[in-house]
T-cell receptor, first 112, second 113 residues
Framework: GENVEQHPSTLSVQEGDSAVIKCTYSDSASNYFPWYKQELGKRPQLIIDIRSNVGEKKDQRIAVTLNKTAKHFSLHITETQPEDSAVYFC???????????WGAGTKLIIKP | DTGVSQNPRHKITKRGQNVTFRCDPI?????LYWYRQTLGQGPEFLTY????????KSRLLSDRFSAERPKGSFSTLEIQRTEQGDSAMYLC???????????FGPGTRLTVL
């Protein structure tokens, strides 16, 4: 079955610097890759997603890149701000049943 | 608020009691998912519905768990004879059919004493 690995588990960056979180997956048939942000005690919120027909997608300070050949995708946050502090999850949609398979999460800490 | 809603937001119960949670999806979404999340972990898939049909159940969903979506709109998740290991956040999500984006509700936090 699909396996999703996410690194790092914790990432601490200085405010204003960039943050990069990486995920790898195993099922080459997967075609949809969302990223969710979850603040403590709150619901996961979709921040950006990408489908396999594109290699990169950007939304203001957030971008996602996808390398289907290597089966990995990354979240890039530029000009980080204190409100970016949260846990970020990558996920992969299993095509057979549309179930999301989640990474273990990355705790992003923005240092003032 | 036209997003996914869940009730109750918090539930504290004693071991052995039954509990039921409700999820109201986004109105035009015909797929509804239940996940369970424990502290420090990502959500784990439990089950999903396409309209009123329950199409898949995870092996995590023991026979004490049952979910329904009788009219293809709201869904309920019942846990019978709760155990302390059932303590978790139970999240509901909905999407349009197929590979649509899943939008999550605020969750129901269950504490089993």
């Amino acid at each position: 079955g699909e396996n999703v690995e996410q690194h790092p588990s914790t990432l601490s960056v200085q405010e204003g610097d960039s943050a990069v979180i990486k995920c790898t997956y195993s099922d080459s048939a997967s075609n949809y890759f969302p990223w969710y942000k979850q603040e403590l005690g709150k619901r996961p919120q979709l921040i950006i997603d990408i489908r396999s027909n594109v290699g990169e997608k950007k939304d203001q300070r957030i971008a996602v890149t996808l390398n289907k050949t290597a089966k990995h995708f990354s979240l890039h946050i530029t000009e980080t701000q204190p409100e970016d502090s949260a846990v970020y999850f990558c996920a992969v949609l299993r095509d057979s049943n549309y179930q999301l398979i989640w990474g273990a999460g990355t705790k992003l800490i923005i240092k003032p | 608020d036209t997003g996914v809603s869940q009730n109750p937001r918090h539930k504290i119960t004693k071991r052995g009691q039954n509990v039921t949670f409700r999820c109201d999806p986004i109105s035009e979404h015909n797929r509804l998912y239940w996940y369970r999340q424990t502290l420090g972990q990502g959500p784990e898939f439990l089950t999903y519905f396409q309209n009123e049909a329950q199409l898949e159940k995870s092996r995590l969903l023991s026979d004490r768990f049952s979910a329904e979506r009788p009219k293809g709109s709201f869904s309920t998740l019942e846990i019978q004879r709760t155990e302390q290991g059932d303590s978790a956040m139970y999240l509901c999500a909905s999407s349009l059919a197929g590979g649509g984006t899943q939008y999550f509700g605020p969750g129901t936090r269950l504490t089993v004493l």
